[in-house]
């Protein structure tokens, strides 16, 4: 079936650094890919999405590109802030069938610091 | 439009007992999916309903159990508590129910605490 590998946290960065965040798929078919971010207290937020292979998906300064070729959809930043201080969540919506539900990277969390 | 609404937002309750929570979606959307989220186990997702009907099971007990009503609010409910369900209970609405354009909205979630 399908599934989702993210890079273990926590990321540790000082503000205006770059950020990477690694996120590799396993998947049949055309899955969409997506990224959330759940801030502290709070639930999860959609940061952005890809619905197919070269696809660039960005927000906030955040960009994401859709490799199909590498089978990934690494998230990247170039200059973080404090406020980025969140936990980011890679995830996968196939295409047919059983897999049409979204399957959930572990999440990796982030701390920026001043 | 306003946002996907848990109820409560915290709850106590002693191991044994039950647990009812609620979740209304955004208005349009049918679908309603409940997840559980612990810091050891990452975010699990329990069940999907689509207009009132169960589209997807994850792989938890029979204790853990939903449904969903005729205006999409939909309702998780927890028998017998043990100590290890304590968690933070997110839902999440979205149009559709999977697909390439499975976008889903989550509450703020419900911290249930077993003691």
């Known amino acids: 079936g399908n599934s989702v590998t993210q890079m273990e946290g926590p990321v540790t960065l000082s503000e205006e650094a770059f950020l990477t965040i690694n996120c590799t798929y396993t998947a049949t078919g055309y899955p969409s890919l997506f990224w959330y971010v759940q801030y502290p207290g709070e639930g999860l937020q959609l940061l952005l999405k890809a619905t197919k292979a070269d696809d660039k998906g960005s927000n906030k300064g955040f960009e994401a590109t859709y490799r199909k070729e590498t089978t990934s959809f690494h998230l990247e930043k170039g200059s973080v ?22 399957i959930w990277g572990l999440g990796t969390s982030l701390a920026v610091n001043p | 439009k306003a946002g996907v609404t848990q109820t409560p937002r915290y709850l106590i309750k002693t191991r044994g007992q039950q647990v009812t929570l609620s979740c209304s979606p955004i208005s349009g959307h049918r679908s309603v999916s409940w997840y559980q989220q612990t810091p050891g186990q990452g975010l699990q997702f329990l069940f999907e309903y689509f207009s009132e009907t169960q589209r997807n099971k994850g792989n938890f007990p029979g204790r853990f ?33 999977g697909g390439r354009n499975y976008e889903q909205y989550f509450g703020p979630g419900t911290r249930l605490t077993v003691t």
Do not use: W
């Open chain 2, 65 to 97: 159990s939903g449904r969903q009503f005729s205006n999409s609010r939909s309702e998780m409910n927890v028998s017998t508590l043990e100590l290890g369900d304590s968690a933070l209970y997110l839902c999440a609405s979205s149009l559709t129910a």
């Open chain 1, 81 to 102: 802030q404090v406020s980025d201080s969140a936990v980011y969540f890679c995830a996968l919506s196939g295409d047919a069938g059983n897999n049409r539900k979204l």
